[in-house]
């Protein structure tokens, strides 16, 4: 089989199980098998699935550290719930014009700060994010129209199983093909050689500031289907905290993996839960994780490398294939 109808194969398949998995899923909540608090739970795990994925792109796939990814989710956060509470539309309409504005206004601030920021690299560059995630913060923190210190209230609850499932499959898969385009290929040569690649010719800041722009869009998304499922926002929320809640999954999955990063999001979003009596040392548990991660396994529990159904089809169909020697004993 050449390589296009392999491909052709395996992206039927992924999407074949992925309405399977929403089917069974969906058709599970709605028969009430699954308790409302843990639909609350897979919910979460949808947007920090988003969340993770966006860093991803920039953490791992760019290479560059950033700290402030929160920064990001509050201005998709607040600038898609402020539109709610100020229009009068159709939810339909509403709401996904709400994310969309939402993402729209946090990669614009992405550019903002993507084009200075991104010059620096390394520790300035992760102490530059770290600043703006805290600025944004404080920024919202004293605005009147924001809520202020007190938070927002009155946020619509749009954000359902449905809308934050198909909307975090697909962002998720619009960032992977995009590493298979032309672009996606120069911010991989980036990461790998810099200095090479703007020897041949890539513009460096231009794809750092691409990756980085789509990165804080998507990140911008995940936070208007936050605030419309919370429909409570508060500013303390975004902080630090969040930041490196975000860059654990991303680290925990494997730096440029995206699959990584959704299997480092579900486990990540399921500790708190069936460790609910140490909620206090949830941040202690994820430092443990890290340290253990680095030294166990430093590339992450996918590494580089993306999980893939078909793959995992074809292997275990060859191993039942596999001719089983006479008398179940192997040659001597």
């Not at 709401?95 to 206004?105: D, E, Q, R, S, V």
């Not at 934050?164 to 290929?185: C, D, E, H, N, P």
């Not at 490196?244 to 999954?249: A, D, K, P, R, S």
Request: hydrophobic share 55%; aromatic share 10%; net charge neutral.
């Amino acid at each position: 089989m050449d390589k296009a109808k392999w491909t052709s194969l395996c992206r039927r398949r992924n999407f074949l199980a992925l309405v399977l998995g929403f089917g069974l899923l969906y058709g599970l909540m709605s028969s009430g098998f699954i308790s409302m608090q843990y639909q609350g739970i897979i919910i979460t795990i949808g947007i920090y699935v988003l969340l993770a994925a966006s860093l991803n792109l920039t953490t791992g796939v760019l290479g560059e550290l950033m700290l402030g990814h929160a920064g990001f989710m509050s201005i998709g956060a607040y600038t898609a719930a402020l539109f709610t509470l100020h229009m009068d539309l159709p939810a339909l309409v509403e709401f996904p014009l709400a994310l969309l504005l939402g993402g729209a206004l946090a990669a614009v601030f992405g550019v903002l700060i993507g084009i200075p920021a991104l010059r620096l690299r390394g520790d300035y560059l992760a102490i530059v994010t770290l600043g703006f995630g805290e600025i944004i913060r404080v920024v919202i923190q004293n605005l009147s129209f924001t809520g202020g210190g007190r938070g927002l209230y009155g946020i619509d609850e749009y954000t359902t199983f449905p809308w934050v499932f198909w909307i975090a499959a697909l962002s998720v898969a619009v960032m992977y093909a995009m590493i298979g385009t032309r672009q996606g290929r120069a911010i991989l040569s980036l990461r790998e050689n810099e200095i090479a690649a703007e020897a041949v010719g890539v513009p460096g800041t231009r794809y750092k500031v691409l990756a980085f722009t789509i990165s804080s869009f998507f990140a911008g998304v995940a936070g208007g289907l936050y605030a419309h499922y919370i429909t409570v926002l508060d500013p303390a929320t975004f902080d630090f905290n969040m930041s490196i809640e975000i860059l654990v999954m991303v680290v925990l999955g494997g730096m440029g993996s995206f699959t990584g990063s959704v299997l480092a999001a579900v486990v990540l979003t399921l500790l708190p839960e069936l460790l609910r009596d140490l909620a206090d040392y949830r941040m202690l548990i994820y430092s443990v994780v890290l340290v253990l991660m680095m030294i166990l396994r430093p590339q992450g529990l996918l590494g580089k490398r993306e999980f893939s159904l078909s793959r995992l089809w074809e292997r275990l169909t060859a191993m039942l294939k596999k001719p089983v020697p006479a008398g179940g004993k192997g040659e001597e």
